[in-house]
């Protein structure tokens, strides 16, 4: 999951992006409205963390540019107790939700998952063929066998798991599990995705992590 945080506070911002990346996500940050619709318009975000006063264009200006592209990030506004018009507006303009400033990281966390989540029909548990990962908990299963993902591991598999029987490419694999400080030079897609197949598919006789040449990899029972 790709998140994109723009809050013009750096402390707050910087807090969210530590907090966020240790749970897995990866997190690009823009510190003010016009950044902010840079980045959404050469990057396809999962979750938008959306304050409200921003310098050079406000969150509710951005909103309706995000709202008018194609794609369905979902939007979390974060506001100032005394802009309550401006929440009311961001709704109605297709915000999902919105937190209100100060706030404890814990919420925050808790309103992106239950978002998220909505988002997807399974639930918190996501499965392919024998395979299974408890988003609450994150804990993989292949089988009866237990496995220990690392935090990238963990979004890797998410995404493959989000997305079955589709061809990932490479570029669009790094873009929903890395951040802006990826470099597309690299092989680490390959590199993490050999992880995830040592840890999943090694002694099975099925594979479920299959790579296309020239493409990328894509989840699939042969
Ligand atoms: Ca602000």
Request: hydrophobic share 40%; aromatic share 6%; proline share 2%.
């Amino acid at each position: 999951m790709r998140i994109l945080v723009v809050e013009d506070e750096k402390k707050v911002s910087r807090f969210i992006k530590k907090g966020l990346e240790q749970e897995g996500y990866a997190v690009d940050v823009a510190y003010d409205g016009m950044e902010g619709q840079q980045l959404i318009e050469t990057h396809e975000y999962d979750c938008i963390i959306l304050d409200i006063m921003l310098p050079k264009k406000s969150g509710i200006e951005l909103l309706k540019d995000i709202k008018d592209r194609p794609g369905e990030p979902i939007v979390l506004l974060l506001t100032a107790r005394d802009t309550v018009e401006d929440r009311v507006e961001g709704l109605n303009l297709g915000a999902d939700d919105y937190l209100t400033k100060p706030f404890a990281f814990e919420e925050l966390l808790a309103r992106i998952r239950a978002l998220l989540r909505r988002g997807s029909v399974t639930g918190a548990e996501l499965k392919f063929a024998d395979l299974s990962l408890d988003t609450q908990k994150r804990k993989a299963k292949r089988g009866d066998k237990e496995i220990e993902l690392t935090l990238k591991e963990y979004s890797l598999l998410e995404y493959l798991l989000r997305n079955p029987d589709r061809v990932l490419s490479r570029t669009l694999i790094a873009e929903h599990v890395w951040d802006q400080s990826f470099d597309s030079e690299t092989n680490v897609v390959d590199v993490y995705i050999n992880h995830l197949r040592s840890k999943l598919d090694k002694g099975f006789t099925k594979k479920l992590i299959h790579t296309v040449r020239g493409v990328g990899y894509v989840l699939k029972e042969e």
